[in-house]
């Protein structure tokens, strides 16, 4: 059977100008997230079925790709039903392992507890642009912070980075949980059914307000709710007045610290931010995961048209490992949408050392080579890259490759003075 070069469906290899990227990128994160006081963990690729598929995961649960059992464990023969077959899984986010990684090691850590974790999470997803099956996540959380304190620093953080890496006019959309399923409540939707309220709601940016009426209507919902639910979101600005609507509107189902919290962490912000973006009170932002319990926020660029990351308060999901809820709330950035679009617009690393090449005659006298290493020894010395290589036939060709990837002068070495 012949063996295949490319590699699997959804994960792709990585050349040298894009890793050269992804490790300057990954040290701007770990430098600028320091700086707000976050410490590096790591949690293993494979976590344990069960919290896998503890329905905290969204529809990411169905995307899971499960480890069969390992060597007497693993009994084809006898199996009856899945359970028989795996006892684990390659972890679909961060989120669930730092859940697990916390109420295994509370007590060698700080109070709070602020992460930063960066690694590799797998999806059994379709592969479309900036979504692979393979990739890398990176997230800060705040764990044992029951204000919010937490939200207000996950974003100034992540947005402090994102200048960094030169991204302006962008948008950290906002909005509460708690909010939405205030409004279904006031719109007389039953309670059981604000899932599907919320997955519907969720398609607004791609179907508009007559989609998602005409969807609610499909699933049996009276023309009253939905028309009341759908009255709200025109009248609904996207700045702090929009969420001062929203608490008045809703005075008798809402608590009204929900939305002073919010408006706090959007005026917070907005006062003290470093980079050019905007906060937006956005009602219809839903995030897909189940397990988020308050504020949600997300990243849209025009630039890529969608989002490039997002996250929010989970309070509940450590206390299904331990029978006691503690706070937590995380920011996660799309790192490989962030690495794509940079590599589009032809990023270049800012302050990177000038890169020389070193074009050398095939074989050159001993006594001669030695100088010429002791020479790229002495400008390495002095902040220069230098990549000494055999001049091969076709110069020209060789030169336009190490141009691509950075080489801006080039000095020839030959046998003989030519």
Known sequence: MALKKKPVTGMKDILPREMEIRNYVTSIIRETYASFGFTSIETPCVEHIENLCSKQGGENEKLIFKILKRGEKLKLESAKEEGDLVDSGLRYDLTLPLS??????????????????????????????????????CDIDILGEATYMAEIELVLATTTLLGKLDFHNFTIRINDRKILKAMAQYSGFPADSFDTVFIILDKMDKIGLDGVAEELEKEGFTKESIDTYLGMFKEITNDVEGVRFIKEKLKDVLDPKVAEDLETIISTVDSVKTADFKMSFDPTLVRGMSYYTGPIFEIAMDEFGGSVGGGGRYDEMIGKFTGSNTSACGFSIGFERIVMLLLERGYQIPGQGAKKAYLIEKNMPADRLAQIFAQADQERKEGTQVNISIMKKNKKFQKDQMTTEGYTEFVEFFKEKR
């Open 100 to 137: 697990r990684y916390y109420s295994n090691n509370s007590n060698d850590l700080p109070a709070p507890f602020k992460a930063l974790q960066m690694g590799y999470v797998w999806r059994a997803d379709r592969p479309q642009r900036g979504r692979f099956r393979q990739f890398m996540q």
